[in-house]
């Protein structure tokens, strides 16, 4: 049976702007929601991306703040980015229209023209402040935010909160609210610190749990089991003979989007690239862009794979596989939004086979692995467990660089001349070989095409320099003995998003 916002006891204003946005019926967790969040009662609720979860929290809450005409800040809105802080402002602002409540987006960034214009907005006081911690920390030490008759406490993305390392943060915030109060945590996954947080800050919830790690059934799945230095060609497979309207596409390194970007724009490609190190209108200029259709492929790095809705996405491409198994389910759902289709397809080389049976194994399918055009070459074997060497120290070592394929090619490869010389002088080399690299034969290396990023050095595959020990004066004293440690490490803070 379908539920309708009319089933609601909304209040009436609120309901008019709900209509005029479009909304009809509820979604599964908006009708699960809603009546616990008007009824004052804490919640956590974990239901994936794209499930209309903003609505859920948003729609009551409001609801309350235009019945009680409050004049003070009565909510607050946690978010893991500065991207999802602005989103949900725009969401108050269309579903508010009618009843006059305001709201501000709280975020970092380097521009000194935001620092004022939210400085004002909080000194002048708005209903709902949505901001990311790191920020709204630094306003507040500031001593002119004021918190104190706080009603509604929200955390949404709750999860990617903590895996950022914001959990100091939040409890530095949360401590400083009033202990009574009503707070809501949104999560999309539900791992035992969210579950161990939420004992902290909230009273007796009541829990609901939808579609949890379920990519969007309307969502077709491609796998490409692909060397580094075939992604590129690939790509430009995909983008010519597919009818892609508009790309996101994920690299795990932000220091890769500029190199992706650079060799797309080269095949005459319309892309840009957003990542944390792009200054906020610098976001939200390709952001914009990216919505009008003036660009065909974004490339992001996961702090686009939440928060962020753009309709009409016909394609996610995963140009790796994320670390995190829940990553891959976020980034996805950025197409197939709203009842329509879309296609994901994910590029997987040696290293990231185990990871993608992981993600196998939590959205409970086999994905399909399709077999490469014919001009692009043949595709590495899938064998997780033979490849579970690739970036341990086994014998297929990958550093990113170009392929050394002399082995099979020119026999056995002849060992470089430092080495001879080393072994005339018969000198030992310094370090055994590792294990699978017999006869000195460097490990195999895939090419690295150009776009394509270097990878990071992986261990083992240099020679370590033997460091050489040196004895310690007797009459030296020690560290605990005055003069303290010789180094200090600072503790990293989370950042103002």
Known sequence: ??????????????????????????????????????????????????TGKTAAFLVPTLSKIAEARFDFTSTLILVPTRELAKQIDDQVEGLSYFTGATSIAIYGGNNAQNWDQQKKALTSGADIIIATPGRLIAHMQMGYVKLDQLKYLILDEADKMLDMGFMDDLMKIINQLPKERQTLLFSATMPPKIRTFARQILQEPEEISLSISKPAANIDQRIFLVYD???????????????????????????????????????????????????????????????????????????????????????????????????YVHRIGRTARAATSGVAITFVNERDQERLVKIEKLIER????????EDIGESPKFDPVANRSFGKGGSSKVRGGRNDNRNKEGGRRTEGRSGNKRREAGKPRGEKPAEGQENNVAPARPPRAEGQPQAARIEGEEVKRKKKRRKKPANRPSSSEGGGQGTSTAAPTAGAE
């Open 1 to 50: 049976m379908s539920v309708t916002f009319d089933d609601f006891n909304l209040q009436s204003d609120l309901l008019e702007g709900i209509r005029s946005m479009g909304y009809k019926q509820a979604t599964p967790v908006q009708a699960q929601a809603i009546p616990h969040i008007l009824e004052s009662k804490d919640l956590i609720a974990c239901a994936q991306t794209g």
């Open 229 to 327: 230095n075939q992604k590129l060609k690939l790509l430009q497979h995909i983008l010519k003979d597919e009818e892609v309207q508009t790309m996101i596409l994920f690299t795990s390194r932000k220091s890769a989007v500029n190199d992706i970007v650079r060799s797309l724009q080269k095949l005459g490609l319309e892309a840009d690239g957003i990542s944390s190190d792009r200054t906020q209108d610098e976001r939200e200029s390709i952001l914009q862009r990216f919505r009008n259709k003036q660009l065909q492929v974004l490339v992001a790095t996961d702090v686009m794979s939440r928060g962020i809705d753009v309709e009409g996405i016909s394609h996610v491409l995963n140009f790796d596989v994320p670390q995190d198994a829940e990553d």
């Open 366 to 373: 086999e994905l399909p692995k399709l077999t490469l055009p």
